[in-house]
């Protein structure tokens, strides 16, 4: 089992930055890849970025590419999400999940159902 604790959203003025944390407990959480995902207001969940067990693989959306940044301490067992050149439209509550397929790195990984484990999300409110 794998329990995700996200942290670090918040309010923050168009242009500025934030980084979101995904604290996992299990030690089998560094053989696993983790992605992180949105979900604006009346809007479906949306992939955003993933990355593979050994932080060697990551994939990005394009509305996000060259702005947000992934990767992994897997001594501390965390995930983090930096966050740069932040929009309105990035406004949304972030989720972190795990898969628990140990050492995949496919392109299943910006699809919901690539993850087995959630975390219970985290607000980015980004104003105008």
Not at 11 to 23: E, P
Not at 34 to 46: I, L, M, T, Y
């Amino acid at each position: 089992q794998v329990q995700l604790v996200e942290s670090g959203g918040g309010l923050v003025q168009a242009g500025g930055s934030l980084r979101l944390s995904c604290a996992a407990s299990g030690r089998t959480f560094r053989t696993y890849a983790v992605g992180w995902f949105r979900q604006a207001p009346g809007k479906e969940r949306e992939f955003v970025t993933a990355i593979n067990w050994s932080a060697s693989i990551t994939y990005y959306a394009d509305s996000v590419k060259g702005r947000f940044t992934i990767s992994r301490d897997n001594a501390k067992n965390t995930v983090y999400l930096q966050m740069n050149s932040l929009k309105p439209e990035d406004t949304a509550v972030y989720y972190c999940a795990a898969s628990n397929n140990p050492y995949y790195s496919g392109s299943h990984l910006r699809e919901e159902y690539g993850y087995t484990y959630w975390g219970q999300g985290t607000q980015v409110t980004v104003s105008s």
